[in-house]
């Protein structure tokens, strides 16, 4: 596995190091926001819990970089939080309505 190595500001994520998943690379300096869900369901499930923190990096680069649709980083989400077991719908499905809810925009922390 990759070394995973991020400075945390407390609502965002910069990545550290270069991160491999599959055929891409996300490169040193990426910002993302753990998982994007709304945050009454922070309650639940943490944006940056241990397992599903690497899935909200992945998910978040193939959307901002365009690497692939959104139903397809949808999709690859659901796939990588399998380990949060039962929470897996959930965190998808929170995602999804967010992104819904913002008009189909991710937030760009490079900006902010």
Same mark, same amino acid.
């Given at each position: 596995?990759?070394?995973?190595?991020?400075?945390? &500001?407390?609502?965002?994520?910069?990545?550290?190091? #270069?991160?491999?998943? !599959?055929? *891409?690379?996300? #490169?040193?300096?990426?910002?993302?926001?753990?998982?994007?869900? #709304?945050?009454? @369901?922070?309650?639940?499930?943490? #944006?940056?819990?241990?397992?599903?923190?690497?899935?909200?990096?992945?998910?978040?680069?193939?959307? !901002?970089? !365009?690497?692939?649709?959104?139903?397809?980083? &949808?999709?690859?989400?659901?796939?990588?939080? +399998?380990?949060?077991?039962?929470?897996?719908?959930?965190?998808?499905?929170?995602?999804?309505?967010?992104?819904?809810?913002?008009?189909?925009?991710? @937030?760009?922390? +490079? !900006? *902010?």
């Amino acid at each position: 596995m990759d070394k995973f190595i991020i400075a945390f &500001d407390g609502s965002t994520a910069r990545l550290l190091w #270069p991160y491999r998943w !599959k055929n *891409q690379t996300i #490169p040193s300096g990426f910002t993302w926001d753990g998982l994007t869900i #709304p945050r009454w @369901l922070w309650w639940l499930v943490s #944006p940056w819990e241990k397992g599903t923190v690497i899935a909200g990096l992945v998910h978040d680069w193939l959307y !901002k970089t !365009k690497k692939v649709n959104r139903k397809d980083a &949808d999709s690859v989400l659901f796939e990588l939080c +399998e380990c949060a077991g039962w929470k897996r719908r959930l965190i998808w499905s929170g995602a999804t309505v967010l992104r819904r809810t913002r008009g189909g925009r991710m @937030l760009d922390f +490079e !900006k *902010q």
